[in-house]
């Protein structure tokens, strides 16, 4: 089964600089791979999907993720951090064939420092 | 506006009691899921439907009910068998399997008093 895995529950970033949130995944056939982000007390909204097309994705906000097959990675990044990232990150994977869900990290919640 | 609508969003609910979470969508999608969403847990499955009329437990169904009579609506029923219902949950759709994106209502914060 397939299985997506986030280090750090809570990653602290100053306005201005990096952010890199990490995922590596789990799946014995090609996944198709997402970021989500949840804002407090709201719903899940997409950030950026991989399909196997471009290897780096880019999505909104300024976000970008690499797939890395053969470190079977999925890294979100954003070259300046605002205010406005404060949220909390998901990264989900689904394989074809399998049993057609989402498997979910645990997630990261991210605290911009002004 | 297509969207997914979730009700209420605030929920109480006395213990023994059960409890049912509305979930419409009006984006004409085949599939839509239950998610249940504990800090530091991530997001873990419930049910879910591919089609009117047919539903399939996710990894923690046990004390959850569903049914999927109308492709707009697909109403969780948590019952008093469900030992730690206290959570926020999330329902969201697809047009088909989940390889496309997936869409979430704002989701209902269930409280056990």
């Known amino acids: 089964a397939q299985s997506v895995t986030q280090l750090g529950s809570h990653v602290s970033v100053s306005e201005g600089a990096l952010v890199l949130l990490r995922c590596n995944y789990s799946?014995?056939?090609?996944?198709?791979l997402f970021w989500y982000v949840q804002y407090p007390n709201q719903g899940l909204q997409l950030l950026l999907k991989y399909t196997s097309a471009a290897t780096l994705v880019k999505g909104i906000n300024g976000f970008e993720a690499e797939f890395k097959k053969s470190e079977t990675s999925f890294h979100l990044t954003k070259p300046s951090a605002h205010m406005r990232d404060a949220a909390e990150y998901f990264c989900a994977v689904y394989t074809a064939g399998g049993n057609n869900r989402l498997a979910f990290g645990k997630g990261n919640q991210v605290v911009v420092i002004p | 506006d297509g969207g997914i609508t979730q009700s209420p969003k605030y929920l109480f609910r006395k213990e023994g009691q059960n409890v049912t979470l509305s979930c419409e969508q009006n984006?004409?999608?085949?599939?839509m899921y239950w998610y249940r969403q504990d800090p530091g847990q991530g997001l873990r499955l419930i049910y879910y439907s591919q089609i009117v009329n047919d539903f399939q437990k996710g990894d923690i169904a046990e004390g959850y009910s569903v049914s999927r009579e109308k492709k707009e609506s697909f109403p969780l029923t948590v019952t008093s068998a469900q030992k730690n219902p206290t959570a926020f949950y999330l329902c969201?759709?697809?047009?088909?399997?989940?390889?496309?994106?997936?869409?979430f209502g704002q989701g209902t914060r269930l409280t056990v008093v």
């Open positions: 984006l004409n999608h085949d599939a």
């Open positions: 799946s014995s056939v090609p996944p198709y």
């Open positions: 969201a759709s697809s047009i088909g399997s989940m390889n496309t994106e997936a869409f």
